[in-house]
């Protein structure tokens, strides 16, 4: 309330009573909103989701594996497997780290498999010409609210 801590009066009690068993020492207090993290399998699910509309698109375009990667040794005719889209994926949209490094999902924090998931959609537009919606459409707008 109003930019200061409001303990109910025993946890405020039993904070003063830490405090001053320190002493003189500098104490900096730091209040973090702890945000229940992603699940593997909202992540992996979320990311199936994308592949999958992907794979849908090829199929209905008739987008096979010789077409996607151009090579004499792969046959005409043959579906692009799942696995196939991850893995371009990945190569082309995983530079979410800190510092544009790349990550597995599984090592990814929330903004991070964000991140991802937006350069998966730019990706899939800006190349393939597919749209694939964002989950919530609202969400960049109620984190924002959020942060006010």
């Not at 698109?57 to 043959?78: C, H, M, N, Q, Y």
């Not at 190349?127 to 694939?132: F, L, S």
Request: charged share 25%; proline share 6%.
């Amino acid at each position: 309330m109003n930019g200061s801590l409001m303990l109910p009066m025993a946890l405020q009690q039993m904070r003063n009573e830490f405090l001053r068993s320190l002493g003189t020492c500098s104490v900096i207090e730091r209040i973090d909103r702890v945000a229940k993290p992603k699940t593997h399998q909202q992540v992996k699910m979320h990311f199936g989701l994308v592949v999958s509309m992907i794979k849908y698109a090829f199929d209905e375009r008739g987008i096979d594996l010789a077409t996607l990667i151009p090579s004499v040794k792969i046959p005409p005719g043959r579906p692009v497997p799942k696995d196939v889209i991850q893995q371009i994926l990945y190569a082309c949209c995983n530079d979410v780290g800190d510092e544009g490094e790349r990550k597995t999902l599984s090592k990814m924090n929330t903004i991070e498999a964000s991140r991802f998931f937006d350069a998966c959609r730019d990706h899939a537009a800006r190349i393939w010409r597919i749209q694939i919606p964002s989950p919530d459409i609202n969400w960049k707008d109620n984190v924002n609210e959020v942060k006010q």
